[in-house]
């Protein structure tokens, strides 16, 4: 699935970006974003949609539009660059096959260790207490 180049499928728009870059920043549009429409690419299969529209579900407009946008570097190429790394980087993600998580129980000793704190803590509010039958 990843090993399919998107790059036919991409569309990019350039903006003026913030951060440095003096006054290059006002006057140069290097800020990139990547848009990668999800529901009509021809390289992907509906299973393969379903699990990115699914995993990256924050990144995604109404439409089924992935944006990704890079605004780090001085010039455009670069950011044009970032974006890409970035797609791909989700992309091995999103389709990357979770291990299952085995349960474990607490070993004896931090049970023990547990118990012990307890006793304290209760020994040392009953010391607090006033007696009021021995006065």
């Known amino acids: 699935m990843i090993e ?8 990019f728009r350039a903006s003026r970006s913030g951060g440095k870059g003096g006054q290059n920043v006002n006057k140069v549009s ?3 974003e990547l848009n990668f429409d999800i529901p009509n690419s021809a390289l992907l299969d509906d299973a393969g949609k ?4 699914e995993k990256l579900k924050n990144r995604i407009d109404k439409k089924g539009v992935l944006k990704i946008v ?3 570097e ?4 670069l950011n ?9 980087f989700l992309m091995e993600k999103a389709f990357k096959k979770e291990k299952p998580r085995h349960k474990t129980k607490p070993t004896k000793s931090s049970k023990e260790e547990r118990l012990n704190s307890k006793k304290i803590i209760s020994q040392k509010k009953s010391g607090r207490r006033a007696d009021f039958f021995n006065e």
């Open 70 to 72: 890079s605004q780090t």
């Open 50 to 53: 379903k699990i990115l529209l």
């Open 4 to 11: 399919k180049n998107f790059e036919s499928e991409f569309v």
């Open 80 to 88: 044009r660059n970032l974006s890409i790394e970035k797609f791909y």
């Open 30 to 32: 290097t800020k990139i």
């Open 74 to 77: 001085r010039s455009q190429l």
